[in-house]
């Protein structure tokens, strides 16, 4: 009787699924994106082939089953039509995104270097990128291993101070170069949670980085040509010269893309702001020069009487602003973010030259599955999920009926009309920050609390008057008349800048959040696309994950002791004597870059106090030793920050009074702490790790990792070499005696 009532009520809830499809009234074309994006995160979550294997054939197994509990043509297929097609095609999308990816990073991942070297390289100059505000350049060069002679594509900083006679002639894209450099693999996350350079570097074909050692000799100047970098050069020069200072470099960006001369306190001031986003170029930008173009070749060709009968002026806007985008998007380097605006503003194009709906859900699922089937792995980067975030939410939220009934014309005031689009401009831009802060939170563990404020002035700033003059500047100074055109162009920019600057000094304008977990972000995820994409009242369902996600997101816990993977750098996470949280970092590191991730991996804002300066540590020229308070009971963490040998009965005897030991070093076998012994042989597999110490637990960056191509243990040393050890110098005791 039982397996009688199971199955109907099985029954009842496969009736009740398939009349929600076929009274729902959706788009299909949204949710094979979504499946297909499903498949590709599938294939980054899970860990080796098997997995990989067995997630295809689940996705294929599901079709398969559809189609023979309900075989076309039978009498489940007219009372199961909608389902059975639902689970077919979803099925089929998801184990196709797999599949898409698996080959993808098979085809294009690059093998890293197996340890650092410091190498003659003889190569050809692949991109050169200008970064004045870091002082150096930044050379892509395809090259050859002596030895081996494989093919490897690396990247080399060269500082400005290295060319004393300024960057030579003929050093661009084609050029054949010589220099000694020192070349690391990519590296892997600092932390669990940090951004994955090692991941991106493999889909980019990057085997390599590193920097200039001596001097660089041009063998084979470039082509004199130059193709199109180097007409994004001499843009980006031009604008720097008639545009000085901070807003010059934000004005090259709009330009041509470069984003090399923009100072870091600006670049800061404008992710604390909220307002990053209008630095890469993307769907602003790409719509507003398509827009540009379409409706003033459209007011342009609407002025000639005798061609408006004969012509379908749409159809010839359309095809300028085509041409403007593509143009646009090639002049500044056409890098993933701007080639995806370009589709999908070409997709929006064709809609308007052929009188269907602009801005629609089919059309950003298309122009989302064109991304995704040439660049898979862009649907874990934040930049495509940001993009299509804030399109979705702004389709969603034009297209519901309180929102189309508010912005209904009705006879009234023109200043009524403009309050209401004022205020809807204002809901908007809300609406978008809400869609995009567990992206933020997720990525780069910090989100700019006032960023819709601050946008409704920017976007409009940037869209209708930055934009607009920096084309006219470039016309007007075809005739020599661009001074006063730049000049405006300056003031607007540097309100920009203002803008941005005043909103990143409000008290409380970041918010900083430790690592969230996947499920997390997966109930966002499925809460936003359920209130996107249904229609009706049932669409409010998507509150509900999404409120369980917010609680999940408030109570992640903070890590007490954070180590990156090479052991030089620890952040403990303590109470102060204000009661306010601190972060003590062992090491006092120059490096904006690690000071900034133990900051947001721990959730806080406050600057790192030196261990060796906080009471209550015991530091030597070798160890630090501290004492915490976690989960009822006291733990002992030993920290290593010297280079210099130690007597290994001393360093025996403090492992055995801590729990926890950490050390960029190989410690002896003779070091057995009570819990953790993280020393370089422990951080070589495990990589960065985050460490709760309330409920005991560790998670490392290798746990995320599995067995992708970009994860590499180092291997081992060849017979006879001996590792690189740091332990030289007089004996000492790890207090330093």
Known sequence: ?????????????LDAAERFLGEAGFERAPWLAVAFAAGIIAWFALPTPLHWIAAIAGGAGLALAARLAWPPGSLADETRANLRLALIACGLVFAFGVAAVWARSTIVGAEPIARPVVAVIHGAVLEREDQPAEGRLRLTLAMR??????????????????????????????????????????????????????????????????TIVGPLEVLTPAPASGGIAAVQRALSEHVRS???????????AFASGDRGGIAETDATAMRDAGLTH??????????????????????????????APRVRLPVVAATAGALAGIGYTLLTGAEVPTVRSCVAALLVLGALALGRDALSMRMLALAAGFVLLLWPESAIGPSFQMSFAAVLALIALSNAAPVKAFLAPRDEPWWVRTGRHTVMLFATGVVIELALMPIVLFHFHRAGMYGALANVVAIPLVTFIAM???????????????APVWWVVERALALLLWIAHFTAGLAGSVRLMPQIDGLTV????????????????????????????????????????????????????????????????????????????????????????????????????????????????????????????????????????????????????????????????????????????????????????????????????????????????????????
């Open 242 to 252: 008639r545009v000085p200072g901070s807003p010059g470099a934000i004005a090259a």
């Open 522 to 737: 997966a109930l966002f995820a499925a809460g936003g696309l359920w209130l996107a994409l249904w229609r009706g009242r049932v669409r409010l369902a998507g509150l509900l994950p999404v409120a369980a996600a917010s609680v999940l997101a408030a109570t992640t816990p903070i890590p007490d002791l954070l180590v990156a993977g090479d052991g030089r750098q620890v952040g403990i996470t303590v109470a102060g004597p204000d009661g306010e949280r601190r972060l003590l970092s062992l090491r006092d590191s120059r490096s904006s870059y690690t000071r900034d991730n133990l900051m947001e991996l721990s959730g806080i804002a406050a600057d790192p106090v030196p261990l060796a300066q906080w009471e209550g540590a015991r530091c030597s020229s070798q160890f630090c030793t501290l004492r915490l308070e976690r989960g009822g009971r006291e733990w002992v963490l030993l920290l290593g920050r010297g280079h210099e040998r130690i007597d290994i009965r001393d360093l025996a005897a403090a492992c055995r009074e801590a729990d926890i030991v950490v050390s960029e070093r190989f410690l002896p076998r003779s070091c057995r702490p009570r819990w953790l012994k993280a020393d370089r042989r422990h951080l070589e597999k495990s990589g960065g790790l985050a460490i709760n110490l309330d409920k005991p637990a560790i998670t490392s960056v290798a746990e995320s990792q599995g067995a992708h191509g970009w994860w590499r243990e180092p291997p081992p040393y060849p017979v006879g070499q001996k590792r690189p050890s740091r332990q030289t110098g007089p004996k000492r005791g790890v207090n330093g005696g």
């Open 278 to 307: 209008l630095l890469s170029i993307s769907g602003l930008h790409v719509s507003a020069v398509v827009a540009a173009a379409y409706f003033a070749v459209l007011r342009l060709l609407a002025l000639w009487p005798a061609l």
């Open 1 to 13: 009787m039982s397996s009688i009532a199971a199955g109907a009520r099985a029954g009842r809830a």
């Open 145 to 210: 291993e002596a030895e081996s002679g494989t093919a490897r594509k690396v990247r080399v900083n060269v500082p400005l101070e290295n060319l004393a006679g300024g960057i030579p002639e003929g050093l661009a894209e084609g050029a054949v170069v010589r220099l000694r450099a020192r070349l690391m693999p990519p590296a892997h996350p600092m932390l669990p949670g940090s951004y994955d350079f090692a991941r991106a570097a493999w889909f980019s074909g990057l085997a390599a980085t590193g």
């Open 468 to 482: 607009p003059l920096i084309a006219l500047g470039f016309l007007a100074d075809l005739l020599g008349a661009g």
